[in-house]
């Protein structure tokens, strides 16, 4: 069973940057789409952005144009750059891999944006 493994997770101020990074216990194929998901105390969990295998990236509109979302098959790591925090982005951040029939998920890391 892949275990993916995330890191990166901590206390910053808002305005501040971030930069989560999951990496898989083996290789996995580069046919999986991998995404970030966060959940805040109280809240459902939540899509932050994907990536597919074809080269598409998906954001939620309240991330656009602060996260970025890469990936390294080669690797089998995604990352997740996190700028322009805010204190709402505060949650424990999910890694996850999916195929048609398969989907695996990371223990989570805290992000906890506050001044």
């Known amino acids: 069973q892949v275990q993916l493994v995330e890191s990166g997770g901590g206390l910053v101020k808002p305005g501040g940057s971030l930069r989560l990074s999951c990496a898989a216990s083996?290789?996995?194929?580069?046919?999986?789409?991998l995404g970030w998901y966060r959940q805040a105390p109280g809240k459902q969990r939540e899509l932050v952005a994907t990536?597919?295998?074809?080269?598409?990236?998906n954001y939620a509109d309240s991330v656009k144009g602060r996260f970025t979302i890469s990936r390294d098959n080669a690797k089998s790591t995604v990352s997740l750059q996190m700028n322009s925090l805010k204190p709402e982005d505060t949650a424990v951040y999910f890694c996850?891999?999916?195929?048609?029939?398969?989907?695996?998920w990371g223990q989570g890391t805290q992000v906890t944006v506050s001044s």
């Open positions: 990536f597919t295998r074809g080269g598409e990236t």
């Open positions: 996850n891999a999916r195929s048609a029939i398969l989907q695996i």
């Open positions: 083996r290789t996995i194929s580069s046919t999986y789409t």
